[in-house]
């Protein structure tokens, strides 16, 4: 197992940016795909982004463009940079990792590592 702690999470106003960054522990010496989720108040958990152990990537529609993400395998630390942020993007923030397979996945069930959230705001 893979333990995750997120950051940088914050309040900003529409049109702003942030970056978030989830901090990998314990069995890093392992290949693993990660991943960010969200979660709004009322609403289910959705996927956002995901990034495999040699950077490929892949995005829901609704933050192409806006949001990248990235990781730097030697500081075992993945971002999400976050810009032209929406009131709609206000939500809980979730890392995640599974061990490293052949393709991205967005399904939620494929990670077994989470980190706590953090929380993200964005005001109009």
């Known amino acids: 197992q893979v333990q995750l702690v997120e950051s940088g999470g914050g309040l900003v106003q529409a049109g702003g940016s942030l970056r978030l960054s989830c901090a990998a522990s314990?069995?890093?010496?392992?290949?693993?795909?990660m991943a960010w989720f969200r979660q709004a108040p009322g609403k289910e958990r959705e996927f956002v982004a995901a990034?495999?152990?040699?950077?490929?990537?892949t995005y829901r529609d609704s933050v192409k463009g806006r949001f990248t993400i990235s990781r730097d395998n030697a500081k075992n630390t993945m971002y999400l940079q976050m810009n032209s942020l929406k009131p709609e993007d206000t939500a809980a923030y979730y890392c995640?990792?599974?061990?490293?397979?052949?393709?991205?996945?967005?399904?939620?069930?494929?990670?077994?590592?989470w980190g706590q959230g953090t929380q993200v705001t964005v005001s109009s």
């Open positions: 990034i495999t152990w040699s950077g490929v990537t």
């Open positions: 314990g069995r890093t010496g392992s290949s693993y795909d």
């Open positions: 995640a990792a599974r061990r490293a397979a052949w393709v991205n996945s967005r399904a939620e069930a494929d990670y077994g590592s």
